[in-house]
């Protein structure tokens, strides 16, 4: 057959499957040309990004000797300049542009020991921002925090936490893995274990919410209000629902430090406290305040020959949390846009339209560094041809989205035609789709009406094990997959240059929201934070 017929088979396929499903699988493999009818820049991709892949270097760098790239942290700024030299040792052009500030944190050791009743080397370390303990080492004892009525009741109790580090989170009846439960008994239950475990994490919120105070991602205002009350340090622990796995986010504190500990060992100091056991803390934790410092995102660039005003970009955001190396969010993104760049300068350095990369900070205070370039670059916005972001972990790409643009479907399905089929074989595809509205920096773009859209990987136990968590590190990356997904973004970039026109901008009707079951409107842009003064208020 021909590869017209297939493509238009392969459409007619996606077109049938989609209006029975939103979530329709396009049965696209095979439906191509077979290897030796591919276009010759589109086997050289593949043969590249198979057999002479730097994906495991690279990643290795990045994250083991880099390490986290927290926003305002030294570690974020090595890497912006650890893309920009690694960019212009294969010859292409890169830059760091600063798009505001943020709060400068450098994180040292933390050193937590449980010493009374017994001795104990805990897990644990501070969250991101957090004070240390100054040069010294604190040893104190430790409180719960209490059940009140009220946040007047709350305030007169204040004054028992001086010198004392306060436990502020939920202590978890058990830290074995759900997945394990589901093994080992029945399933009634389990729905009760369950139940039971709801209804106390519920009632610990409420203890939490009668202070008038909140959490926040991390001790939030409570910690806040603790320290300022003189609380040797607040204690947390936001277990991840699986073996070992905590999600460490933040704290706003001040002076005091705030710790997360492992679920294990949170529950521990937890019952030693509740059964008047008495525990007794030391905690050794060094940590700098550097003042508000510039935040950057790397943008690369491989200028157009004939439309430089028009632009395909490659989108991972390049900041992380710091309770591990950010491997699967977001470096395997990151390294799946740098092998995608490098392929690319090998086998088609002289593309027609304007090839960016944008490696953006501050996504995780809210997609910071994409909005403020999609502000700051407006040329970029209108003459956007296609952006393709990757977020979600190190998975293949399993499922693509039309963000709610008419014309993405025929776009991908021409695009995917002409890849070898394993890449669109058990490809999950959503047309027209629904534009996004946050999550990840795809949003700061399709806010505008711009073709930018989500390569969203399979799951590999993703939110449960590596998304901000303290096992998110090198040895968790798939290497089959990044190279997959790297070599089918060089093979987006390429196809998609091919095209005469550049992406239309008319809106499918949305569907309703099936939550409210209200018409869906298209997200609105938002003004990015250039400052951290608001988020740590
Ligand atoms: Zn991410």
Same mark, same amino acid.
């Given at each position: 057959?021909?590869?017209?017929?297939?493509?238009?088979?392969?459409?007619?396929?996606?077109?049938?499957?989609?209006?029975?499903? +939103?979530?329709?699988?396009?049965?696209?493999?095979?439906?191509?040309?077979?290897?030796?009818?591919?276009?010759?820049?589109?086997?050289?991709?593949?043969?590249?990004?198979?057999?002479?892949?730097?994906?495991?270097?690279?990643?290795?760098?990045?994250?083991?000797?880099?390490?986290?790239?927290?926003?305002?942290s030294p570690g974020l700024k090595n890497g912006n300049d650890w893309l920009v030299k690694t960019y212009q040792s294969w010859g292409i052009n890169a830059r760091n542009e600063q798009y505001?500030?943020?709060?400068?944190?450098?994180?040292?050791?933390?050193?937590?020991?449980?010493?009374?009743p017994r001795v104990r080397t805990?897990?644990?370390?501070?969250?991101?921002?957090?004070?240390?303990?100054?040069?010294?080492?604190?040893e104190a004892p430790v409180v719960i925090l209490p059940e009140f009525r009220d946040s007047a009741q709350f305030v007169r109790w204040l004054p028992e936490v001086r010198d004392k580090f306060v436990l502020v989170s939920f202590p978890q009846p058990t830290c074995r893995g759900d997945e394990s439960w589901g093994r080992w008994k029945d399933s009634t239950w389990i729905r009760t274990m369950m139940e039971e475990r709801?209804?106390?994490?519920?009632?610990?919120?409420?203890?939490?919410?009668?202070?008038?105070?909140?959490?926040?991602?991390?001790?939030?205002?409570?910690?806040?209000?603790?320290?300022?009350?003189?609380?040797?340090?607040?204690? +947390?622990?936001?277990?991840?629902?699986?073996?070992?796995?905590?999600?460490?986010?933040?704290?706003?504190?001040?002076?005091?430090?705030a710790i997360d500990l492992s679920c294990e060992d949170y529950g521990l100091v937890f019952r030693l406290a509740e059964q008047k056991q008495n525990p007794v803390l030391r905690v050794t934790a060094d940590a700098e305040f550097l003042g508000e410092?510039?935040?950057?995102?790397?943008?690369?660039?491989?200028?157009?020959?004939?439309?430089?005003?028009?632009?395909?970009?490659?989108?991972a955001h390049f900041d992380s949390w710091d309770g591990a190396s950010g491997t699967t969010d977001n470096a395997t993104g990151t390294i799946t846009m740098l092998e995608a760049m490098r392929i690319l300068r090998k086998v088609y350095p002289n593309p027609?339209?304007?090839?960016?990369?944008?490696?953006?900070?501050?996504?995780?205070?809210?997609?910071?560094?994409?909005?403020?370039?999609?502000?700051?670059?407006?040329e970029v916005v209108e003459g956007l041809h296609a952006l393709f972001n990757q977020d979600n972990g190190t998975g293949r790409i399993g499922s693509i989205g039309g963000q709610g643009l008419v014309a993405a479907e025929q776009y991908f399905t021409n695009w995917l035609s002409k890849m070898p089929p394993e890449f669109s074989a058990n490809l999950r595809t959503n047309f027209p789709g629904t534009p996004g509205g946050g999550g990840s920096d795809y949003a700061?773009?399709?806010?505008?009406?711009?073709?930018?859209?989500?390569?969203?990987?399979?799951?590999?136990?993703?939110?449960?094990?590596?998304?901000?968590?303290?096992?998110?590190?090198?040895?968790?990356?798939?290497?089959?997959?990044?190279?997959?997904?790297?070599?089918?973004?060089?093979?987006?970039?390429?196809?998609?240059?091919q095209d005469p026109q550049k992406m239309p901008?008319?809106?499918?009707?949305?569907?309703?929201?099936?939550?409210?079951?209200?018409?869906?409107?298209?997200?609105?842009?938002?003004?990015?934070?250039?400052?951290?003064?608001?988020?740590?208020?």
């Open positions: 057959m021909s590869i017209q017929h297939h493509m238009v088979v392969a459409a007619s396929l996606l077109l049938a499957v989609n209006t029975v499903s +939103a979530q329709a699988t396009a049965t696209t493999a095979g439906a191509n040309a077979g290897s030796t009818r591919l276009d010759p820049i589109i086997q050289r991709i593949a043969s590249l990004g198979k057999d002479s892949s730097r994906t495991y270097n690279l990643m290795q760098a990045l994250t083991d000797s880099i390490g986290p790239r927290l926003t305002g505001g500030t943020w709060k400068g944190w450098r994180r040292g050791i933390t050193h937590v020991d449980l010493v009374q805990l897990e644990g370390m501070m969250l991101a921002w957090s004070p240390g303990t100054g040069n010294r080492t604190i709801a209804a106390a994490a519920r009632a610990w919120t409420n203890r939490v919410n009668a202070t008038g105070y909140s959490l926040g991602l991390g001790t939030g205002s409570l910690g806040r209000r603790l320290e300022a009350a003189g609380a040797a340090g607040i204690i +947390a622990s936001r277990w991840s629902n699986g073996w070992g796995v905590n999600k460490v986010f933040s704290s706003i504190n001040q002076r005091a430090p410092v510039p935040v950057y995102n790397t943008i690369a660039e491989i200028r157009g020959s004939e439309k430089p005003g028009e632009y395909i970009m490659l989108s027609k339209r304007t090839v960016l990369v944008g490696h953006w900070g501050g996504e995780e205070q809210g997609l910071i560094g994409s909005r403020a370039f999609a502000a700051d670059h407006p700061s773009f399709i806010c505008y009406g711009a073709p930018a859209f989500g390569l969203s990987s399979i799951n590999f136990d993703y939110s449960q094990y590596t998304w901000h968590t303290n096992r998110d590190t090198f040895d968790k990356t798939v290497f089959d997959d990044l190279k997959h997904n790297a070599t089918m973004v060089a093979m987006l970039v390429y196809l998609a240059d901008r008319g809106r499918a009707s949305l569907a309703p929201d099936p939550r409210t079951n209200q018409p869906r409107s298209w997200p609105s842009c938002q003004e990015p934070q250039r400052t951290s003064e608001r988020y740590f208020r």
